[in-house]
Nanobody
Framework: QVQLVESGGGLVQPGGSLRLSCAAS????????MGWYRQAPGKQRELVAT???????NYADSVKGRFTISRDNAKNTVSLQMNSLKPDDTAVYYC?????????????????WGQGTQVTVSS
């Protein structure tokens, strides 16, 4: 069974920094895209950043220049370095990964999500 476990959320003042990490475990054959999404109260979940297996990245306009996504393919981990945080960044952050596994009959690729970690930016 595949699991994604996140860590690193918390409370930070505006202008501060936080680093989120996510580790995938289980019977994993390969991981395609990994990414971070967030959901603020009363809002829909939105993409923050994604990174493909070759290192190509994609960011939401609202975080460009402030957030950096990275991954370690050998350890099946993805991280999000968040700098210059703003109150609008307050949300639950979710790790996501498209993971290839063996179903017992054929190879399948499914979306997996972490449990979410709270990030609060407030003075």
């Amino acid at each position: 069974q595949v699991q994604l476990v996140e860590s690193g959320g918390g409370l930070v003042q505006p202008g501060g920094s936080l680093r989120l990490s996510c580790a995938a475990s289980g019977f994993i054959l390969s991981i395609n895209v990994m990414g971070w999404y967030r959901q603020a109260p009363g809002k829909q979940r939105e993409l923050v950043a994604t990174i493909s297996g070759d290192g190509s990245t994609n960011y939401a306009d609202s975080v460009k220049g402030r957030f950096t996504i990275s991954r370690d393919n050998a350890k099946n981990t993805v991280s999000l370095q968040m700098n210059s945080l703003k109150p609008d960044d307050t949300a639950v952050y979710y790790c996501n990964a498209k993971i290839r596994t063996w179903s017992g009959i054929r190879f399948v690729v499914n979306d997996y999500w972490g449990q979410g970690t709270q990030v609060t930016v407030s003075s």
